[in-house]
């Protein structure tokens, strides 16, 4: 990438008031257009094997070529890290805690293109034009609900199983990735994120933040506010700007 391609960004993530241990990571890559944030789930350390399993692979992804080899790529290696969690799981089938798994969302941005890639319930947003638009859908029961039983939000998340993951890196054998494309416009803002941000965040307070004048002070506006609330969860973040 040429500078003038190169994009800004701060990445953060905080284990919140309540965890003792963080199964939150991110990837922080600007110079190649690459982004990440994974939230690990999974008994013991499981979550956190995995999460940062899915960063420390991704940041070896030499990243050649243009931007549908970059795009194949990252889906490769996510497939890859898929079937590597599931033999873990196999081989370490004896152990009563023996979920090893991962959510993820992934940015990758070259010129005028850019994509999102997901499984779970880690969201991608786009801040445009004064308005904040959610790219990913989440991978749960309350979307499936929402989506094919034509259920509300409100009964939707009267389910006593509404957080489910229905998708996640290591939770199944065979891996459906959500894949977003779409051009990219100047003064456009990206967020990268994990349940535990947006779930202590109203959608105003993530757009004032992304409407900030640099990545980094966006990202501290993100963290005072979710960590001024209950922040029962692990937090990550990664803010990108041009």
């Not at 599931?86 to 959510?103: F, H, I, K």
């Not at 998340?157 to 891996?175: M, V, Y």
């Not at 941000?197 to 409407?211: F, H, P």
Request: aromatic share 6%; glycine share 8%.
């Amino acid at each position: 990438m040429n500078s003038a391609d190169v994009w800004r960004s701060a990445a953060r993530t905080d284990p919140g008031k309540v965890r003792a241990r963080n199964e939150d990571a991110f990837l922080e890559v600007p110079e190649q257009g690459v982004w990440a944030v994974a939230d690990g789930m999974g008994g013991h350390q499981g979550g956190d094997i995995a999460s940062q399993l899915i960063v420390s692979s991704l940041a070896q992804v030499p990243w050649q070529g243009g931007f549908d080899e970059r795009l194949k790529a990252l889906r490769l290696c996510l497939h890859w890290i898929n079937r590597r969690l599931g033999q873990e799981l196999t081989v370490n089938a004896a152990r009563p805690d023996n979920v090893m798994g991962s959510t993820v969302v992934a940015l990758l941005i070259e010129g005028k293109r850019a994509a999102c890639v997901w499984a779970g319930d880690s969201r991608c947003y786009l801040w445009r034009k004064q308005r904040l638009y959610q790219l990913s859908r989440d991978h749960t029961l309350l979307q499936q609900l929402i989506e094919k039983q034509q259920m509300s939000v409100e009964e939707a998340s009267a389910h006593p199983a509404a957080r489910a993951l229905t998708r996640a890196i290591g939770a199944t054998a065979e891996l459906r990735l959500g894949v977003l494309e779409l051009d990219v416009y100047p003064g456009d803002a990206f967020l990268l994120c994990s349940d535990g941000l947006y779930q202590e965040l109203s959608s105003d307070a993530l757009g004032d933040a992304l409407g900030l004048a640099s990545p980094q002070v966006a990202l501290q506006c993100l963290f005072d506010g979710a960590l001024s609330g209950a922040a029962r969860d692990n937090l990550a973040a990664v803010v990108i700007q041009q």
